[in-house]
């Protein structure tokens, strides 16, 4: 994993102060002589002259001097790495301070810094980034504008060492914004070389080399090649190459590194404990590993001579992963058990391989949650009964920790990471309890119900808490529900604009909004900060990970209806059947062959060939998701999928149940799956039965429909945008809403209305959206694959904006901060639920959105839909849903059968995008 393939001491820029001048001349010979030393990295020298002025303005009571030098003396342990004395150092100027009350803005921030690099070094990151946010409020109120660049890159540092890579990011791109100008900056290097950090992190890798040669040029010029800077681009040059798999060019860097720090300091200094660790890594990837070991010893033993317990615990972590490579298990265990120990604050035992911290021990998070894990996958490897059980109570303990750690990040794209990262332990921890129900068959529920657990761990975790965030909003104070809600629509406005500006690289506008952005987020963080303190039952709700269990989703569900809830790994997929009566987890056939399965039934579906190309892969897929499971579809006419990776993107309605004979040729004929069960579906059974707290109530069978329509445009087939063009005329968008208008009428409901044409603006409907029971919105839409937040409805522009397109998109960002009530949003549009599949989170479409604004239910598309079939299809859902009554579901089912029936040659393609997803 990245996370351990080296520990990166990038140089921190130091915020120094001028000195004033001294009296005496015979000290200010001293103070010479130690500047003269420092320069030169003569520091323990330095000191010894520093000190006896110390001395002297003690005895003189000149504090002012005294403070100054005593910080030199500070900054100069800091230079040479000597961790011990540098604690009591920094500890004695803080008491010194407050024993002469001398708390000057000066001194305040170097304290602030002090302790900062102090905690950083314990391996307390949290610790020190409080100290630096801290100099940071000094400096503002001060207006110290020089000094804050440097904090600002400080603090990104610290936010990157917590994983926190996108603020990491923000807190750097703002303090190169104000040090760009000045080329030739070293301060301006360390920036980027952090940067390079950030993005290496982010698996960004031409990003990450980019700033790193943008770094390494600037020091080169200005430092030259024998320089501490410089020799710090070597080692990140060397660390991109080898996320890169070139390991040639990684082991030339390192070898520059360790051959300049051996001349420059010692053989025995941290920075050749570093190299070597680095050296270390890359013979792991080339499976050298009596080399890798070699070099992780030697790096170990200097590192113990430091006391440093982030670096030793990589060490071991490292240790035990050569082991595990060699399936040298006890060695392995071993090794991480030491790990755990210097990683801990307070846990002790190295040796009981079934002993674990609590979740509350750690001191560096990431460290702490890679070695569970890879302690339990081994345990899981072992196999037997106990192992097994030691791994499942290790997979619990990562699952607290996950937990906490989601509590602590605010940005967006953090949590995808830890999404990311902790997919990869539910996956593990899914297999191990069903490895459990082999071993010990009288406890099947029990694990059974724990592998559940685990499931929707991994499933739209995202979302869930942001749901829990809004109910847990909904007893605050009006005016700061509205300050929030002011606050999210100006950081999706301000991320739209950046989206506009990015697009038209218009690079002065990006800097702006990048800016703009930057201070919006602080603000939220600030505010979140404050409601989480002044509010206990606010923080208590957002907080609350507790899931619901398998008992009260039984208790919601129909009695004719049956969950299926998918759980799919490269190496073994799972069903959890869950109906009124029982739980079953069933392994599913085809292992890593699922996903190809999936993917050509999900290609033969949108395409117009005849019954015999698309009828073998529905088939097939039927074999893999559901013939394992036919015997609990018995007396069930509703099936509820949750679904994960892959599966997101298929509807389940178009599978076959049966083998067709080769001469079928009507569509209508084939044994399709919605001929027996109404299809619905979700991304967590949690979020299903989820209630949502509400502001007001909407008017009961309220409806409200808006079509662009787009009547100036050339007329279009499908309902997509073509990017960057004006969009095209949907003509049968305007008559869609007018049929459905009418069988309103016809129920005898008046609460209705109609937004067509240049009156269906995204500023329209973000006003009156949020009154209606019915959202129904017929237009254009277009997904974004790789950035899902780019995603868009699109509306008719502004009056003042008929040529400017871009200013009616209602970007899938802005949608999160709206406020719907409604029982149903439609989106009768291209491609409204298909998106990027982000592990662990599940698809990101534009109908995710509309759940958390605030609609139970959602209808939307997985492909391009055309215009004129599409309006017909809406009007006879409509049709269904008010004059026969039907639940959402079961009149999207009526819709589809009747559609087909009708039309005996229309493939699925025709009538199987549309899909819903919502609450019970």
């Keep these: 994993m990245r996370l351990f393939q080296a520990l990166v001491f990038t140089p921190l820029v130091f915020i120094l102060f001028v000195d004033a001048c001294h009296s005496q001349s015979k000290i200010n010979l001293f103070q010479r002589k130690a500047d003269s030393l420092t320069k030169v990295g003569r520091y323990a020298e330095a000191n010894n002259y520093l000190k006896k002025a110390e001395s002297y303005y003690n005895k003189t009571a000149n504090w002012k001097s005294y403070l100054k030098v005593h910080r030199k003396i500070i900054l100069n342990l ?21 024993t002469l009350n001398y708390d000057t803005i000066e001194f305040k921030s170097f304290i602030s810094f002090a302790f900062s690099y102090l905690y950083r070094l314990k391996g307390d990151v949290a610790k020190a980034l409080k100290y630096d946010l801290n100099a940071l409020k000094i400096y503002k109120k001060e207006k110290r504008n020089s000094r804050i660049p440097k904090l600002l890159m400080n603090i990104g540092v610290s936010y990157h060492s917590l994983g926190a890579y996108d603020i990491a990011e923000n807190y750097l791109r703002k303090a190169i914004n104000s040090l760009e100008q000045q080329s030739n900056n070293t301060t301006l290097s360390s920036i980027y070389n952090n940067l390079a950090l950030v993005y290496r992190s982010k698996n960004k890798l031409n990003l990450a080399l980019e700033f790193a040669n943008k770094s390494i040029a600037i020091r080169k010029k200005h430092l030259g090649e024998d320089h501490s800077y410089t020799d710090y681009s070597h080692q990140l ?15 030339e860097y390192f070898n520059i590194n360790l051959r300049y720090r051996e001349k420059k300091h010692s053989a025995n200094h941290l920075l050749v404990a570093t190299t070597l ?88 998070s990431r460290f702490f949650l890679q070695t569970l894990k890879s302690k339990a996958s081994v345990l899981q490897s072992i196999g037997d009964a106990k192992s097994l059980q030691v791994a499942l109570e290790t997979y619990q303990l990562c699952d607290e920790v996950i937990q906490k750690l989601r509590q602590q990040y605010v940005n967006y794209r953090d949590k995808l990471t830890l999404a990311n990262l902790s997919a990869e332990i539910y996956e593990q921890a899914v297999m191990a309890c069903h490895q459990m129900t082999q071993k010990q068959p009288a406890k099947e529920n029990q694990y059974t119900a724990l592998a559940f657990q685990f499931s929707e761990r991994n499933k739209a975790s995202i979302l869930r808490e942001a749901l829990q965030e809004a109910n847990a909003k909904f007893d605050l104070p009006a005016n700061l529900v509205e300050q929030e809600r002011d606050l999210k629509i100006n950081l999706a406005y301000y991320e739209k604009q950046l989206a506009n500006a990015q697009n038209r690289k218009d690079s002065t506008k990006v800097v702006r909004f990048q800016n703009k952005l930057f201070d919006l987020n602080r603000e939220r963080e600030q505010m979140t900060q404050m409601l989480e303190k002044r509010y206990p039952r606010y923080y208590q709700l957002k907080y609350n990970t507790q899931l619901a269990d398998i008992a009260a989703i039984k208790k919601r569900l129909p009695d004719k209806a049956l969950l299926v809830e998918y759980f799919t790994t490269d190496q073994k997929s799972f069903a959890f059947v869950v109906s009124k009566t029982q739980c079953k987890m ?32 529905a088939y097939a897929a039927y074999e893999q998701l559901i013939q394992p499971l036919e015997a609990y579809l018995k007396n069930k006419d509703q099936l509820i999928v949750v679904a994960d990776n892959a599966l997101l993107g298929i509807p389940f309605e178009a599978l076959l149940s049966e083998k067709v004979p080769e001469t079928t040729r009507s569509f209508a004929d084939l044994p399709f799956l919605i001929k027996q069960f109404s299809f619905s579906y979700h991304y967590s059974a949690n979020l299903m039965v989820q209630p949502m707290l509400r502001n007001a109530q909407s008017q009961q069978n309220s409806f409200l429909g ?38 309103f009428k016809q129920q005898g409901q008046t609460n209705i209305q109609a937004v067509l044409h240049q009156k269906a603006t995204e500023e329209a409907f973000k006003k009156v959206g949020q009154n209606f029971r019915f959202v129904h919105l017929a237009t254009h839409s277009i997904t974004n694959s790789k950035r899902p937040e780019l995603a868009y409805i699109q509306f008719e522009p502004t009056p003042q904006n008929q040529e400017n397109f871009n200013e009616g998109r209602l970007y899938a960002n802005e949608i999160y901060a709206l406020h719907l009530n409604a029982d149903l949003v439609v989106l009768s549009s291209c ?9 662990g989170e599940g698809m990101m479409g534009l109908n995710r959105g509309f759940l958390y604004a605030g609609a139970r239910n959602v209808i939307y598309s997985l492909w391009k839909v055309n215009d004129r079939p599409t309006s017909a299809f809406m009007i006879r859902f409509y049709q269904n849903l008010l004059q026969q009554k039907y639940a959402f579901h079961k009149a999207l089912q009526q819709t589809k059968l009747q559609y087909l029936k009708k039309n005996p040659q229309n493939r699925p393609h025709d009538w199987a995008g549309f899909l819903i997803i919502g609450q019970l």
């Excluded at 800091?78 to 407050?98: T, W």
């Excluded at 030793?312 to 392995?332: A, C, P, V």
């Excluded at 491609?831 to 592990?839: L, N, V, Y």
Aim: proline content about 4%; charged content about 25%.
């Design 78 to 98: 800091i230079y040479s790495g000597e961790f011990d004395s540098l604690e009591r150092s920094v500890y004695s100027i803080q008491s010194k301070i407050d």
């Design 237 to 251: 040059l060397g660390l991109i190459h080898q996320e890169s798999k070139n390991f040639d060019k990684a082991l």
């Design 277 to 364: 660790l680095n050296i270390g890594n890359v013979y792991s990837e080339q499976k050298k590993f009596d080399l890798a070991l070699k070099n992780y010893q030697k790096s170990l033993k200097i590192w113990k001579t430091y006391k440093q317990r982030e670096p030793i615990t990589n060490l071991y972590y490292l240790i035990g992963e050569l082991h595990s490579k060699q399936r040298e298990f006890q060695k392995s265990l071993y090794f991480y058990q030491k790990a755990l120990v210097y990683n801990s604050s307070s846990f002790k035992d190295s040796v009981n391989f079934s002993s674990n911290p609590n979740s509350n021990q750690y001191l560096h």
């Design 586 to 617: 069933l392994a599913l056939p085809g292992g890593k062959n699922v996903r190809k399965i999936i993917r050509k039934y999900g290609r033969n579906l949108k395409t117009r060939k005849p019954v015999a190309y698309f009828a073998p892969s």
């Design 706 to 743: 808006f079509a662009p329509v787009f009547t100036k445009s050339a007329t279009g087939n499908t309902r997509d945008d073509n990017v960057g063009t004006k969009p095209k005329s949907l003509p049968y968008t305007e008559k869609e809403i007018d049929k459905i208008i009418e069988v």
């Design 831 to 839: 491609e409204s639920g298909s998106g990027k599949i982000e592990r």
